[in-house]
């Protein structure tokens, strides 16, 4: 995530973090940035995991369709595209609540409840 073409959802997340208020042009704070979407993916359900996981790392662009053939398979249940962003949107609001929540002004490691 956070390369020179984002995703729609990759925009979302990065727009989120930037109401924080904080200095987007410093590593630390996007490497905290990262910690924390990885942190939240690797706890979610496996459905919402796979797709997060495929979208977070994908250069530009996603092909929901392509993606719910291969989330399909991977689960082994028929998932449709529209199923397919219905679990992108509901994990993409967690992300959100969670950049929103962290603490951003404290150090790495001292953070409150949520932080990265």
Do not use: C
Request: aromatic share 4%; no cysteine; glycine share 6%.
């Amino acid at each position: 995530m956070l390369g020179t073409e984002m995703n729609r959802v990759q925009r979302r997340l990065w727009r989120s973090f930037v109401t924080t208020g904080v200095d987007t042009e410093d590593p630390a704070l996007v490497r905290r940035l990262r910690r924390l979407l990885d942190d939240h993916v690797r706890i979610m359900t496996p459905a919402l995991r796979h797709v997060m996981q495929s979208i977070l790392f994908a250069p530009g662009d996603v092909d929901y369709e392509k993606l719910a053939a291969e989330i399909s398979a991977l689960e082994g249940t028929a998932i449709t595209p529209t199923a397919l962003r219905k679990r992108v949107s509901r994990s993409a609001k967690m992300l959100e609540r969670a950049i929103q929540e962290a603490r951003w002004d404290l150090p790495r490691g001292r953070s409150g409840p949520g932080g990265p």
